[in-house]
């Protein structure tokens, strides 16, 4: 794979929608992702495709770990309040070569995966009382 023309940082600053931060969060969070989904031991080499979805889920469950109740606060102080926003984010990234993507993936798979209320406030105060 041939090295992007332009660095993050460039693309951060070109494109102003999201910070550093944030663009190097869901970049962590697809290499969490694939981790939390390898495939079987039978089948190490397999190529391993990260849907739109299973990234967001992974990414609330990062940003879980990583900020507990916090994690909502977190994203919103980025510019991301719906996982919308982590596929701007990941279409940025491809778009300028970081990422890659297969032919039927699209902005849309990012759309209403979750709402940011429900998965991470409602997550906490039902944890907390159970």
């Not at 951060?12 to 989904?37: C, H, I, K």
């Amino acid at each position: 794979m041939e090295r992007p023309a332009k660095s993050i940082e460039e693309i951060v600053a070109q494109d102003s929608r999201y910070p550093l931060d944030a663009v190097n969060f869901v970049r962590q969070g697809l290499s969490f992702t694939v981790e939390q989904l390898k495939p079987a031991r039978n089948e190490p080499d397999k190529p391993r495709h990260i849907s739109g979805a299973q990234l967001c889920q992974g990414l609330r469950a990062l940003a879980l770990k990583k900020w507990g109740f916090m994690a909502r606060q977190v994203l919103q102080n980025w510019n991301i309040t719906t996982t919308r926003d982590f596929g701007e984010i990941v279409f940025l990234l491809v778009n300028h070569g970081w990422m890659q993507k297969e032919p039927a993936d699209c902005l849309e798979d990012f759309d209403g995966v979750y709402d940011f209320a429900e998965a991470f406030d409602k997550y906490y105060e039902t944890s907390l009382y159970e």
